[in-house]
């Protein structure tokens, strides 16, 4: 049973994030989603806000003007309007 998950942030212009995360929360049209190891498949829309990746104990927030979201397999992708990294 994984204990991370492989995350991928993306916009048209550039890759913003690639590695691995134990969890991420992301922006969502009806409020903030969690997404933690062995989540479902899920697909949907992301409004403008934080999007923050857990790893270590470290939070990596990372600003997005909306986008979608896909998990699968351990795996979240993320593919935002635009973004910049709020550190």
Known sequence: MPLSL?????????NIYS????MVVAPGYIGELAI???????LTTLVAGELKIYDDKKENPIAIRGGFL?????KVIVLA???TNSQ
């Open 6 to 14: 492989n995350v991928e942030i993306v916009t048209e212009e550039e």
């Open 19 to 22: 590695g691995p995360a134990t």
């Open 36 to 42: 933690l190891p062995n989540h479902s498949n899920l």
């Open 70 to 74: 896909q998990v699968a397999d351990n």
């Open 81 to 83: 309007d635009s973004s």
